[in-house]
């Protein structure tokens, strides 16, 4: 089966520009996650969405991050505007259901300036 | 908050050797314990998964044990290969909220 599915897969930007990423997750796969990765951490949760809802985005910045699923299928994280502090890496993830394993995307190396 | 601590931070043996990597987590509520390997520039790469019910998995020359009354679980790795330096994170997923939470990771590098 294809894996999840992210692009860019590198993304330089100024800051206060706007970036966006875009995520297939594996056919099947009803939940789907958005975390980010810092150097040297483990991924931390940004959103999951069940389905086409979000059941946990109580770790999403909401003032300048957004996200969304339409059809319940791929989804579309947005940074507007970035901040230095954004710089890192953006993964994918998603699994059948609650009790499968996780599976990631190769992610998105954000680098703002 | 479930806290998953992973030591040592990095590894190092020569090719051949036997090893374990050890995660602790603090929250023993969980619905499964999840390795994955992660290669330089990529995503993770999903190793083994151990439900809460389980106390082992293995997968070729990988085995991981869970002992969930003790927050701890190890990763078992046969005869290291070369092919094997990668970081190494374990995830736990609690029951309260339905999170993942991640270690920080073991560095493991195989000196031929």
């Known amino acids: 089966e294809a894996g999840v599915v992210q692009s860019p897969r590198y993304k330089i930007i100024e800051k206060k520009q706007p970036v966006a990423f875009w995520c297939n997750p594996i056919?099947?796969?009803?939940?789907l996650y958005w975390y980010r990765q810092n150097l040297g951490q483990g991924p931390e949760l940004l959103i999951r969405?069940?389905?086409?809802?979000?059941?946990?985005d109580s770790q999403l910045p909401k003032d300048r991050f957004s996200a969304e699923r339409l059809k319940g299928v791929d989804s579309t994280l947005k940074i507007q505007p970035a901040e230095l502090g954004d710089s890192a890496v953006y993964l994918c993830?998603?699994?059948?259901?609650?009790?499968?394993?996780?599976?990631f995307g190769n992610g998105t190396r954000l680098t703002v300036t | 908050k479930q806290e998953v601590t992973q030591i040592p931070a990095a590894l190092s043996v020569p090719e051949g050797e036997n090893l374990v990597l050890n995660c602790s987590f603090t929250d023993s509520a969980i619905y499964n314990l999840q390795w994955f390997r992660q290669d330089p520039g990529k995503g993770l790469t999903s190793l083994l998964l151990?439900?809460?019910?389980?106390r082992e998995q293995t997968s070729g020359r990988l085995n991981a044990s869970l002992d969930k009354s003790s927050g701890r679980s190890t990763l078992y790795i046969a005869a290291s290969q070369p092919g094997d330096s990668a970081t190494y994170l374990c995830?736990?997923?609690?029951?309260?909220?339905?999170?993942?939470?991640f270690g920080t990771g073991t560095s493991l590098t195989v000196i031929p």
């Open positions: 993830a998603s699994s059948r259901v609650i009790n499968s394993p996780l599976h």
């Open positions: 151990i439900q809460s019910s389980q």
């Open positions: 056919s099947g796969h009803n939940t």
């Open positions: 969405y069940e389905n086409e809802e979000a059941v946990d």
């Open positions: 995830a736990v997923r609690v029951v309260t909220g339905n999170q993942f939470y």
